[in-house]
């Protein structure tokens, strides 16, 4: 009988069984869609080994909310702010910024579509959240998930988990939310717009940047620097080509380190009798709402900015929904709308653009939020 009351079948209730089935659709989503394996896999493993049942003070500290326990430790790196940065450090070693380089202007579109931050931050003001609380939620329209975490686990802890889901579930549910968006703000001859080709960008333009821009964001948000220095660090690092290991290391195993770390932690966050609340629920719809406020932000900039363009110099709407920093998934998206209009509009390269550029201006909306809600 001690056996038997010490086993998951004793102790599990509904909310565990809903869980573990969230569980295994991430997982199913994952594997058949791919649907960012690469966070769905960890995430849905995580939710399921949060969600096996045990006594929860039965002295065996097995859960991630019980102090002590393996679980628990590892998820410091969450609530501590700890594996955001270090995974900015590997997007930056991973990403070339030569299109927004050479087109700076769609760095705007990057800002548009921060829109969907500050409308969901006001909406979640409405429903009784507070500031902190609220700016968190709000920062989920950025499609960023360190992002996310990081502002979360400064301004509202105990939210970090929910916030994280919703985040990295709609970053990796990009292909279904965004098209229908993008199809519905746009015409069919928006979308056969074709852009001119990038223009070559120099080493010296590209060893540049990162100094400048940790420079420029760190003046006017320094609440971001724990995100952009390390994101332009790890660019520093690609660019320079005189500390080529390093970068492999930060985009390569470390990265790879922090990130099965993350989304396991992040899953078993999801424990049933902590994470199935009325605030839960609530996150998700706001955090649904900003991302689709924050996608047509971008979309509805670009065909502002078109009407001050000469013909030749108009830019394809679909590329300003990948202004949220969903990277590269959103640019995909705008890359597969464009080609279903016309198969020989190839809107990747430009799309990169304010894709990276949403990373930038997602840190940039958490580090002004920091700087009012601390």
Request: zero cysteines; hydrophobic letters at 50%.
């Amino acid at each position: 009988m001690q056996f038997f009351g010490y086993s998951g079948f004793a102790n599990a209730t509904p909310g565990h069984l809903l869980m573990i089935l969230v569980g295994m659709v991430f997982i199913y989503l994952a594997i058949r869609y791919e649907y960012q394996p690469i966070l769905l896999v960890p995430i849905g493993f995580g939710i399921l080994i949060g969600n096996t049942p045990f006594i929860e003070h039965g002295g065996m500290a097995l859960g991630i909310y019980q102090d002590g326990s393996v679980l628990n430790y590892l998820y410091q790196g969450v609530l501590k702010g700890i594996f955001p940065p270090l995974i900015f450090l590997g997007i930056g070693a991973m990403t070339d910024f030569s299109p927004l380089i050479s087109n700076p202007k769609l760095i705007l579109l990057g800002a548009a579509a921060q829109l969907g931050i500050f409308m969901t931050y006001l909406g979640a003001i409405s429903l009784g959240f507070t500031n902190p609380e609220s700016a968190s939620i709000g920062i989920i329209g950025g499609a960023d998930g360190p992002t996310a975490i990081f502002l979360s686990s400064r301004l509202a802890p105990h939210l970090v988990g929910s916030i994280a889901i919703a985040a990295y579930t709609y970053m990796a549910l990009v292909p279904l939310i965004q098209p229908p968006i993008m199809r519905l703000l746009t015409t069919q001859k928006e979308r056969r717009i074709k852009m001119k080709p990038p223009r070559s960008v120099t080493k010296i333009e590209k060893v540049m940047f990162p100094v400048f821009g940790l420079l420029l964001t760190g003046f006017i948000a320094p609440g971001s620097l724990p995100l952009l220095g390390m994101l332009f660090l790890g660019n520093l690092l690609k660019e320079s080509m005189v500390t080529k290991r390093l970068a492999d290391t930060a985009k390569n195993a470390m990265i790879d380190i922090v990130t099965i770390i993350l989304g396991v932690t992040i899953g078993a966050s999801t424990q049933a009798t902590t994470f199935l609340t009325h605030n839960s629920a609530l996150i998700f719809i706001l955090g649904a709402t900003a991302f689709m406020f924050s996608t047509a932000g971008g979309i509805l900039f670009a065909k502002f900015m078109n009407i001050f363009l000469s013909e030749g110099n108009k830019i394809n709407p679909l590329i300003g929904a990948a202004g949220v920093a969903a990277v590269p998934e959103s640019a995909r998206v705008a890359q597969m709308e464009g080609l279903k209009a016309d198969p020989e509009n190839h809107l990747l390269m430009h799309a990169m653009a304010p894709n990276v550029s949403g990373i930038i201006g997602s840190a940039i909306a958490a580090g002004i939020m920091m700087s009012f809600m601390v």
